[in-house]
């Protein structure tokens, strides 16, 4: 058996299994209270065996560790670099210096060794997970380390010979101004609290917040970030059909051209930048379309787009934004990147996926369940206490399924034309070097280049929207690929509380089992989608006690401002008392009253829970069976948008009584009377307008 010794240590792991024994074997060689104990050459060694290279001061992070290519800057981290850049300048040069700071990337290593092997997830005891360990050393902990450089420089002879435990109250909160670096200075707290590290504020300053011979001192501020809001449903709805018709009809003949490139253009031989090039290249193109028609999916010729897409670039000779056919290398290059963009919209509001989960996908990622279902491998990082990750499958509509398919051709047929435009194809034998990226660089910018993956998703996403004519910032925000998951998370949140048949439009699923098979795969989903449960609860309450209050300070108002039901009396009720509660503390009721008089009548959210449209329950969801309840239930709320579905009803049923009392049709009678007084006991006062009519009172004393 190999021994950790006789093993390549600088190799990166090939798997999870691979990555596990690695961590095993460090584990046993390093086990975790040493780690802040390591020497130069131990704490080398061990980040070798868990595959972040073997020189002291560079932190590497291989793809293989992450599922993705990442910035040359972020995949090999000069932590040297990283704490100079961050030191006051200018900082005189000495040797203390250059001691304090090679202590600094030494403090570094063994902080990232601890944070891979030890218990370093914020609540959950597990490991970090490569990507986020690689944004703490780019940023967020070099300038706590640098900061407790330029103090210990400040004060050498203080007895401190940490660089955050010689951290003054001052110190501590300018860099709790920069967002999230709370988080790492609780981390070291909990390290230390198990005994696996000792350097961390003093806890006497931690809670200091104010001073016994003066005012209190305020909190420091610290940077906040701006949430990423769901997609509008209007948004997705209009961009929904051009999406589609770029997948389904313009994306097979887009893919059937590429793939015809390299023999069109086989002969041509010229500078890529001289007009020649250029000219040839049109001139194929239009041979191409003289004997090629495009055909949409219903077997029509496709004379232009249905809707507004801009085909070109508009810099340089490419001045026809829309010209249809393609005529020009720039429109080939554009709308090949527009054909990109689109499967990754599909793929993001499908999958729901975390946008490294997404471009980890391998090219092979379509697999068949035993019975013939289609599902997605794929890899999630993000929560994994596996240093490579973990698989995990996603569940795949048609729709899905085609989209990525057609994203492997799109890549390699570009993989094969750049081939050919570097003279790098003999003959027709000559293989194809693919690549292992599965979205890639495209476009007509000097910096494309198909052999690359793809690096700014948003930025794919924004230009997609804009080639189609749309605000690239629906709703005031950039779009980006974690919008698309609070929007699932949202719209799964109305169709628990809602209706499913809002979900199966938006999203054009036949069966709504379908639709929240694919979204309830995921975890961490489900506890999004429960939060946006509950805050829609609460708004449904709000609406209804604003309606009630409504009508108790409205003359000839509807009673309980058109609800019904046995619950809407105990609301008024509450009402009341709310009422009586503010006037006794002189206090005035505004919206902010109404939320939270909703958020406690609903626990948080916990109670309110539409059962059927137009009926919402009070009883807690695990106290909540099936509705088998009358109008006159305490825990029954019949919505008002339900009052014309109960006026319409109640003649059709007056109708069918008066028919089955003159063709004397006893049973159908009782049957359809007792469904009547069901109707008229929703709302009160619909009940007394039609109790008074003649044709209602026959019919009851015709069962009475």
């Known amino acids: 058996m190999t021994s950790p010794s006789e093993r390549t240590l600088s190799s990166p792991a090939t798997g999870p299994s691979e990555a596990n024994l690695r961590r095993s074997e460090a584990l046993g060689l390093f086990p975790l209270e040493s780690?802040?104990?390591?020497?130069?050459?131990?704490?080398?060694?061990?980040?070798?065996?868990?595959?972040?290279?073997?020189?002291?001061?560079?932190?590497?992070?291989?793809?293989?560790?992450?599922?993705?290519?990442?910035?040359?800057?972020h995949a090999n981290i000069n932590l040297r670099e990283r704490l100079i850049r961050f030191l006051p300048n200018p900082v005189p040069t000495s040797d203390d210096l250059d001691e304090l700071v090679d202590a600094g990337v030494l403090w570094l290593i063994r902080y990232a060794l601890l944070c891979r092997m030890g218990p370093a997830a914020n609540g959950k005891g597990s490991s970090i997970d490569a990507s986020s360990l690689v944004n703490d050393l780019i940023s967020r902990v070099p300038k706590i380390v640098a900061m407790g450089i330029d103090r210990r420089l400040k004060q050498p002879a203080s007895d401190k010979d940490g660089f955050v435990n010689c951290l003054t109250v001052d110190d501590l909160n300018e860099l709790r101004k920069v967002r999230h670096i709370g988080f790492d200075l609780k981390r070291l707290t909990v390290f230390t609290d198990r005994g696996l590290w000792n350097d961390v504020p003093a806890k006497s300053l931690l809670a200091k917040n104010t001073n016994p011979k003066g005012g209190a001192i305020p909190p420091p501020k610290e940077e906040k970030s701006s949430p990423y809001l769901p997609i509008p449903d209007e948004y997705?709805?209009?961009?929904?059909?051009?999406?589609?018709?770029?997948?389904?009809?313009?994306?097979?003949?887009?893919?059937?051209?590429?793939?015809?490139?390299?023999?069109?253009?086989?002969?041509?031989?010229?500078?890529?930048?001289?007009?020649?090039?250029?000219?040839?290249?049109?001139?194929?193109?239009?041979?191409?379309f003289n004997e090629n028609v495009w055909l949409d999916r219903n077997g029509q010729p496709i004379t232009s787009p249905p809707f507004y897409l801009k085909t070109a670039s508009g810099r340089g000779r490419s001045k026809m934004k829309f010209e249809w056919p393609l005529t020009t290398w720039d429109q080939v290059k554009v709308l090949s990147v527009t054909l990109q963009s689109a499967h990754l919209w599909i793929a993001l509001?499908?999958?729901?996926?975390?946008?490294?989960?997404?471009?980890?996908?391998?090219?092979?990622?379509?697999?068949?369940?035993?019975?013939?279902?289609?599902?997605?491998?794929?890899?999630?990082?993000?929560?994994s206490q596996f240093l490579t990750g973990e698989d995990r499958d996603w569940p795949a509509p048609e729709v899905l399924v085609d989209a990525l398919a057609q994203q492997v051709r799109l890549v390699k047929a570009w993989e094969r034309i750049m081939q050919v435009s570097r003279g790098e194809i003999e003959d027709e034998n000559t293989p194809l070097i693919e690549g292992n990226h599965f979205w890639a660089s495209l476009g007509s910018a000097s910096h494309a280049d198909p052999t690359d993956e793809l690096s700014a998703a948003g930025l794919a996403l924004q230009s997609l929207a804009k080639r189609l004519g749309m605000n690239p910032k629906p709703g005031g925000k950039n779009l980006h690929p974690h919008r698309f998951r609070k929007t699932i998370a949202r719209l799964m949140g109305i169709a628990i509380v809602d209706s499913p048949r809002v979900l199966m439009r938006l999203l054009g699923h036949r069966d709504i089992a379908m639709t929240m098979h694919y979204i309830l795969t995921d975890k961490a989903l489900r506890a999004e989608i429960e939060q946006v449960t509950r805050e829609l609860r609460i708004m449904r309450c709000q609406g209804v006690l604003e309606d009630i209050r409504a009508a108790l300070h409205t003359p000839n108002a509807p009673a309980f401002g058109g609800h019904g039901g046995g619950a809407v009396p105990l609301l008024s009720e509450a009402i009341k008392a709310k009422e009586e509660e503010l006037h006794q503390k002189g206090q005035d009721w505004d919206a902010d009253t109404t939320y939270e008089l909703a958020l406690?009548?609903?626990?948080?959210?916990?109670?309110?829970?539409?059962?059927?449209?137009?009926?919402?329950?009070?009883?807690?969801d695990r106290n909540a069976g099936p509705c088998t309840c009358d109008s006159s239930c305490i825990n029954r709320i019949e919505e008002k948008t339900a009052r014309r579905d109960v006026n319409d009803l109640i003649p059709i049923l007056v109708n069918q009584g008066h028919q089955a009392l003159a063709n004397n049709e006893l049973l159908l009678l009782a049957n359809t009377v007792e469904q009547l007084e069901d109707e008229l006991a929703r709302f009160e006062d619909i009940a007394v307008e039609w109790r008074k009519k003649p044709e209602v009172i026959t019919l009851l004393e015709a069962v009475a």
């Open 236 to 288: 997705l709805a209009e961009m929904g059909p051009p999406v589609l018709w770029l997948v389904q009809d313009f994306g097979p003949n887009m893919l059937h051209l590429l793939e015809s490139i390299p023999d069109l253009f086989s002969d041509i031989h010229a500078p890529s930048n001289s007009w020649g090039l250029s000219a040839n290249r049109s001139s194929r193109l239009v041979r191409y």
């Open 35 to 73: 780690l802040q104990y390591l020497d130069r050459d131990s704490a080398v060694r061990c980040q070798a065996m868990l595959g972040h290279g073997d020189r002291f001061g560079v932190w590497e992070t291989p793809s293989t560790l992450i599922g993705r290519r990442i910035w040359p800057s």
């Open 600 to 620: 406690h009548l609903t626990l948080g959210g916990k109670f309110f829970r539409l059962t059927r449209p137009g009926v919402v329950c009070l009883k807690e």
């Open 349 to 383: 509001l499908a999958m729901a996926g975390r946008i490294s989960e997404i471009k980890s996908l391998a090219r092979n990622c379509v697999e068949w369940a035993p019975g013939g279902k289609p599902y997605i491998n794929g890899k999630t990082y993000k929560l």
